[in-house]
């Protein structure tokens, strides 16, 4: 009966077989049939396992928080006149942050990401944050300064 047991199981087990133990399908079937498919790939990235600034930029954003990149430095553009920077080293997050009418400079060390986060979300009000629409129309107004510029310089040069 134990050997019985034992047959039924490997039958079960072994897809490509019939009740009779006879192959349903050759070898290659059943080896094309049985590899893992690939995997999906797509833009979730949910976690702190992909690059610790890119989750961080992603869970500031649902905040209205926009992250702007200038290598490996980053800031979040204030309303007042504040500076808040980040950067990332040796697995360690560093926050520095100055805010000019109170004249305090700030160094923080953070080696966990969310711990990281909660700590920008609760100097959000201080520091006024600019939101993502904001920071758009900064962004669109300091490119068409930079476009008339170059425009300007070339009148200049005579490459009108």
Known sequence: MNNLKTFEQFINENGPFNDAGEPMMTHNQYRLDSEPSQPDFDDRDDGPEMDEMKYLSKE????DILLEGFGDEYIIRCEEEAD??????KGIIIISTYNKPTDINTLEEFD???EAIKYILSKKDEFKFKSVSQVNKERDHESDIMAAD????QMERGGY
Request: charged residues 35%; proline residues 0%.
């Open 150 to 153: 170059r425009r300007t310089n």
């Open 60 to 63: 500031l954003l649902r905040h």
């Open 84 to 89: 808040f920077m980040i950067w990332e080293d």
């Open 112 to 114: 966990d990401v969310h």
